[in-house]
């Protein structure tokens, strides 16, 4: 959809079309790991929850479970836990 296609459209429809592309590029798994883990987990919860408004559930759950991956706090929101345990 071109920019000017894009503005055509009615504000609401314009923030889910927002979410959509948000989801395009965090709900893909290479970038949700490499972004992701560099987020806090509220920073990334925020990110998911934009998408999770935009109906791109899939694509917020992929974030966070890429996100949670690198999450090496046992304090942190996300954290998994280690792999030695």
Avoid: K, W
Wanted: proline share 2%.
């Amino acid at each position: 959809m071109s920019a000017e296609i894009e503005y055509a459209l009615e504000p609401d429809e314009r923030l889910f079309r927002a979410g959509e592309l948000l989801a395009e590029v965090f709900g893909d798994r290479m970038t949700a790991y490499d972004v992701g883990g560099h987020m806090t987990c509220s920073e990334a919860e925020n990110v998911a929850e934009a998408m999770r408004l935009a109906g791109q559930c899939v694509a917020a759950d992929a974030f966070i479970e890429a996100h949670a991956e690198n999450d090496d706090d046992p304090d942190d929101l996300h954290y998994l836990g280690d792999d030695e345990d």
